[in-house]
Protein backbone atom coordinates (compact mmCIF):
# COMPACT_ATOMS: atom_id res chain seq x y z
CA UNK A 1 0.00 0.00 0.00
CA UNK A 2 1.02 3.58 -0.48
CA UNK A 3 2.52 6.00 2.35
CA UNK A 4 1.25 9.39 3.03
CA UNK A 5 3.36 12.43 4.16
CA UNK A 6 1.41 15.30 5.73
CA UNK A 7 3.16 18.64 5.00
CA UNK A 8 2.49 22.16 6.03
CA UNK A 9 -0.99 21.86 8.17
CA UNK A 10 -2.19 25.25 8.76
CA UNK A 11 -5.15 26.71 9.06
CA UNK A 12 -6.97 29.52 11.30
CA UNK A 13 -9.21 27.25 14.24
CA UNK A 14 -12.55 28.91 15.31
CA UNK A 15 -14.00 28.65 18.97
CA UNK A 16 -13.50 25.60 20.73
CA UNK A 17 -16.59 23.30 21.62
CA UNK A 18 -16.09 20.34 23.81
CA UNK A 19 -16.55 17.27 21.74
CA UNK A 20 -17.69 15.26 24.41
CA UNK A 21 -21.01 17.14 25.54
CA UNK A 22 -22.16 16.56 21.68
CA UNK A 23 -24.09 13.02 20.75
CA UNK A 24 -22.93 9.35 18.63
CA UNK A 25 -24.33 8.73 15.45
CA UNK A 26 -25.79 5.75 16.25
CA UNK A 27 -23.84 2.72 13.67
CA UNK A 28 -24.84 -0.51 14.10
CA UNK A 29 -22.03 -3.24 12.51
CA UNK A 30 -22.98 -6.47 11.00
CA UNK A 31 -19.88 -7.56 9.63
CA UNK A 32 -16.09 -6.68 10.38
CA UNK A 33 -12.89 -7.24 8.04
CA UNK A 34 -10.14 -9.30 9.08
CA UNK A 35 -6.47 -8.40 8.55
CA UNK A 36 -6.48 -9.89 5.39
CA UNK A 37 -9.25 -7.92 3.99
CA UNK A 38 -8.16 -4.94 4.87
CA UNK A 39 -4.94 -5.26 3.02
CA UNK A 40 -6.81 -6.91 -0.06
CA UNK A 41 -9.16 -2.89 0.07
CA UNK A 42 -5.56 -1.30 0.85
CA UNK A 43 -6.81 0.06 4.49
CA UNK A 44 -4.66 0.07 7.17
CA UNK A 45 -5.22 -2.11 10.29
CA UNK A 46 -5.57 -0.61 13.86
CA UNK A 47 -4.01 -3.30 15.62
CA UNK A 48 -0.78 -2.62 13.53
CA UNK A 49 0.26 0.21 15.96
CA UNK A 50 4.05 0.62 14.71
CA UNK A 51 3.30 0.57 10.81
CA UNK A 52 4.62 3.81 9.66
CA UNK A 53 1.36 4.38 7.44
CA UNK A 54 -0.92 3.88 10.76
CA UNK A 55 1.76 6.42 12.55
CA UNK A 56 1.26 9.15 9.07
CA UNK A 57 -2.68 8.38 9.07
CA UNK A 58 -3.00 9.47 12.96
CA UNK A 59 -0.81 12.58 12.66
CA UNK A 60 -2.54 13.36 9.64
CA UNK A 61 -5.59 13.14 11.76
CA UNK A 62 -4.35 14.74 14.79
CA UNK A 63 -3.65 18.23 12.65
CA UNK A 64 -6.67 18.07 10.78
CA UNK A 65 -8.84 17.84 14.70
CA UNK A 66 -6.49 20.52 15.99
CA UNK A 67 -7.48 22.84 12.82
CA UNK A 68 -11.09 21.98 13.46
CA UNK A 69 -11.39 22.72 16.99
CA UNK A 70 -13.81 20.70 18.36
CA UNK A 71 -16.34 20.75 15.42
CA UNK A 72 -16.96 18.43 12.59
CA UNK A 73 -15.62 19.07 9.06
CA UNK A 74 -16.04 17.92 5.95
CA UNK A 75 -12.68 17.60 4.04
CA UNK A 76 -12.37 17.77 0.20
CA UNK A 77 -9.21 15.39 -0.39
CA UNK A 78 -8.05 15.92 -4.05
CA UNK A 79 -5.65 15.01 -6.53
CA UNK A 80 -3.12 17.00 -8.16
CA UNK A 81 -3.54 14.91 -10.76
CA UNK A 82 -5.05 11.27 -12.15
CA UNK A 83 -2.81 8.45 -10.44
CA UNK A 84 -1.49 10.84 -7.16
CA UNK A 85 -3.27 8.24 -4.95
CA UNK A 86 -6.31 10.61 -3.04
CA UNK A 87 -8.86 7.47 -3.19
CA UNK A 88 -6.19 5.74 -0.72
CA UNK A 89 -5.67 8.67 0.92
CA UNK A 90 -9.30 9.34 1.64
CA UNK A 91 -10.33 5.73 2.25
CA UNK A 92 -7.48 5.77 5.04
CA UNK A 93 -7.98 8.96 6.50
CA UNK A 94 -11.72 8.29 6.82
CA UNK A 95 -10.74 4.98 8.34
CA UNK A 96 -8.51 6.92 11.00
CA UNK A 97 -11.13 9.35 12.00
CA UNK A 98 -13.02 6.06 13.04
CA UNK A 99 -10.64 4.20 14.61
CA UNK A 100 -11.67 6.69 17.67
CA UNK A 101 -15.35 5.40 19.15
CA UNK A 102 -16.19 9.47 20.04
CA UNK A 103 -16.03 9.58 15.93
CA UNK A 104 -17.95 8.27 12.95
CA UNK A 105 -16.82 9.10 9.50
CA UNK A 106 -18.89 8.80 5.92
CA UNK A 107 -17.06 8.67 2.87
CA UNK A 108 -18.42 9.70 0.13
CA UNK A 109 -17.18 9.13 -3.59
CA UNK A 110 -17.03 12.21 -5.63
CA UNK A 111 -15.43 11.32 -8.74
CA UNK A 112 -18.01 11.23 -10.82
CA UNK A 113 -15.97 10.00 -14.45
CA UNK A 114 -13.54 7.10 -12.39
CA UNK A 115 -15.45 6.21 -9.11
CA UNK A 116 -13.48 3.76 -7.52
CA UNK A 117 -13.93 3.29 -3.56
CA UNK A 118 -17.11 0.62 -3.91
CA UNK A 119 -14.51 -1.61 -5.76
CA UNK A 120 -11.67 -0.97 -4.05
CA UNK A 121 -14.02 -1.66 -0.84
CA UNK A 122 -15.45 -4.66 -2.33
CA UNK A 123 -19.41 -3.35 -2.10
CA UNK A 124 -21.87 -4.03 -4.09
CA UNK A 125 -23.55 -0.38 -4.85
CA UNK A 126 -27.41 -2.21 -5.42
CA UNK A 127 -29.18 0.18 -3.33
CA UNK A 128 -27.90 3.26 -5.83
CA UNK A 129 -25.58 6.27 -4.53
CA UNK A 130 -25.00 9.94 -4.91
CA UNK A 131 -26.05 10.35 -8.38
CA UNK A 132 -29.04 8.02 -7.45
CA UNK A 133 -29.65 10.17 -4.65
CA UNK A 134 -29.53 13.30 -6.52
CA UNK A 135 -31.25 12.73 -9.25
CA UNK A 136 -34.46 11.60 -7.31
CA UNK A 137 -35.99 14.44 -5.10
CA UNK A 138 -38.03 11.13 -3.56
CA UNK A 139 -35.04 9.34 -2.73
CA UNK A 140 -33.62 8.96 1.00
CA UNK A 141 -29.72 9.05 1.52
CA UNK A 142 -29.41 7.00 4.51
CA UNK A 143 -30.68 4.26 2.11
CA UNK A 144 -27.29 4.70 0.37
CA UNK A 145 -24.91 4.24 3.46
CA UNK A 146 -22.86 1.54 2.80
CA UNK A 147 -20.82 -0.88 5.43
CA UNK A 148 -17.57 -1.07 4.72
CA UNK A 149 -15.81 -3.52 7.04
CA UNK A 150 -14.95 -0.60 9.36
CA UNK A 151 -16.64 0.10 12.44
CA UNK A 152 -18.70 3.44 12.54
CA UNK A 153 -17.53 4.30 8.63
CA UNK A 154 -20.02 4.57 6.06
CA UNK A 155 -20.00 4.87 1.86
CA UNK A 156 -21.90 6.69 -0.25
CA UNK A 157 -20.48 5.32 -3.54
CA UNK A 158 -21.14 7.47 -7.02
CA UNK A 159 -24.18 4.95 -7.92
CA UNK A 160 -25.82 5.61 -11.39
CA UNK A 161 -23.79 7.30 -14.37
CA UNK A 162 -24.03 10.68 -14.38
CA UNK A 163 -25.64 12.87 -16.90
CA UNK A 164 -22.98 14.96 -18.86
CA UNK A 165 -25.70 17.85 -18.87
CA UNK A 166 -25.65 18.47 -15.54
CA UNK A 167 -23.75 20.19 -13.07
CA UNK A 168 -24.15 17.93 -9.52
CA UNK A 169 -22.04 19.73 -7.61
CA UNK A 170 -23.09 23.04 -7.96
CA UNK A 171 -27.15 21.90 -7.06
CA UNK A 172 -29.16 23.04 -4.50
CA UNK A 173 -29.66 19.29 -3.54
CA UNK A 174 -25.77 18.98 -3.59
CA UNK A 175 -25.38 22.04 -0.83
CA UNK A 176 -28.99 20.63 0.85
CA UNK A 177 -27.24 17.20 1.56
CA UNK A 178 -23.55 18.19 2.73
CA UNK A 179 -25.29 20.15 5.01
CA UNK A 180 -27.63 17.71 6.47
CA UNK A 181 -25.04 14.95 6.52
CA UNK A 182 -22.71 17.44 8.48
CA UNK A 183 -25.61 18.66 10.68
CA UNK A 184 -27.49 15.78 11.59
CA UNK A 185 -24.33 13.60 13.47
CA UNK A 186 -22.39 16.36 15.08
CA UNK A 187 -19.62 13.42 15.64
CA UNK A 188 -19.91 12.21 11.93
CA UNK A 189 -17.04 13.66 9.85
CA UNK A 190 -17.34 14.08 5.95
CA UNK A 191 -14.53 12.63 3.42
CA UNK A 192 -15.38 13.50 -0.21
CA UNK A 193 -13.12 11.60 -2.63
CA UNK A 194 -12.37 13.95 -5.56
CA UNK A 195 -11.47 13.91 -9.48
CA UNK A 196 -7.97 15.61 -9.72
CA UNK A 197 -7.82 19.01 -9.81
CA UNK A 198 -6.14 19.31 -13.31
CA UNK A 199 -8.46 19.03 -15.95
CA UNK A 200 -11.47 19.83 -14.70
CA UNK A 201 -13.28 22.60 -11.95
CA UNK A 202 -15.09 19.50 -9.97
CA UNK A 203 -12.77 20.10 -7.17
CA UNK A 204 -12.95 22.97 -6.96
CA UNK A 205 -16.77 23.20 -6.40
CA UNK A 206 -16.65 20.46 -4.04
CA UNK A 207 -13.81 22.70 -1.86
CA UNK A 208 -16.92 25.49 -2.24
CA UNK A 209 -19.01 22.97 -0.14
CA UNK A 210 -16.68 21.65 2.57
CA UNK A 211 -14.39 23.12 5.07
CA UNK A 212 -11.23 21.86 4.50
CA UNK A 213 -9.27 20.63 1.38
CA UNK A 214 -6.42 18.09 1.58
CA UNK A 215 -4.06 18.43 -1.77
CA UNK A 216 -2.62 14.87 -2.79
CA UNK A 217 0.79 14.55 -4.45
CA UNK A 218 2.37 11.93 -6.09
CA UNK A 219 5.94 11.75 -4.60
CA UNK A 220 8.16 12.08 -7.56
CA UNK A 221 5.36 12.70 -10.29
CA UNK A 222 3.49 16.14 -9.79
CA UNK A 223 6.44 18.50 -9.95
CA UNK A 224 6.41 21.44 -7.40
CA UNK A 225 5.19 23.62 -10.12
CA UNK A 226 1.74 21.60 -10.75
CA UNK A 227 1.26 21.52 -7.16
CA UNK A 228 1.54 25.13 -6.67
CA UNK A 229 -1.17 25.60 -9.25
CA UNK A 230 -2.76 22.84 -8.09
CA UNK A 231 -3.11 24.89 -4.32
CA UNK A 232 -4.31 28.37 -6.22
CA UNK A 233 -7.25 26.88 -7.32
CA UNK A 234 -8.41 26.79 -3.35
CA UNK A 235 -9.43 29.04 -0.66
CA UNK A 236 -6.12 30.04 1.33
CA UNK A 237 -8.31 29.82 4.21
CA UNK A 238 -9.52 26.31 3.41
CA UNK A 239 -6.09 24.51 2.54
CA UNK A 240 -5.42 22.51 5.06
CA UNK A 241 -2.34 21.06 3.77
CA UNK A 242 -0.18 18.92 1.00
CA UNK A 243 -0.17 14.80 1.80
CA UNK A 244 2.90 13.04 -0.36
CA UNK A 245 1.56 9.82 -1.43
CA UNK A 246 4.17 7.73 -2.38
CA UNK A 247 3.94 4.34 -4.65
CA UNK A 248 1.24 5.51 -7.02
Given at each position: ???????????????????A????????????????????????????S???????F?????????????????????????????????????????????????L????????????????????????????????D????????????????????????????????????????????????????????????????L???????????????????????????????????????????
Amino acid sequence: MNRPDMVSLDRGGRDKQAVADRPMARVVETTSLTPAQRQDRSIICRTASFHPQVDAFRDLRTRLLAIAAGHNITTVVAPVSRGSGASFVARNLAATFAFDEAHSALLIDCDLQRPSQHTTMRIDPQRGGLIDYLDDPSADIEEMFYETGIARLRLIPVGATPSVDFEYFTSFRMRLLIDSLRNRYPDRYLFLDSPPVRGAPDARLLADLADMVVLVAAYGHDTPQAIAQAAANFDPEKFAGVVFNEGV
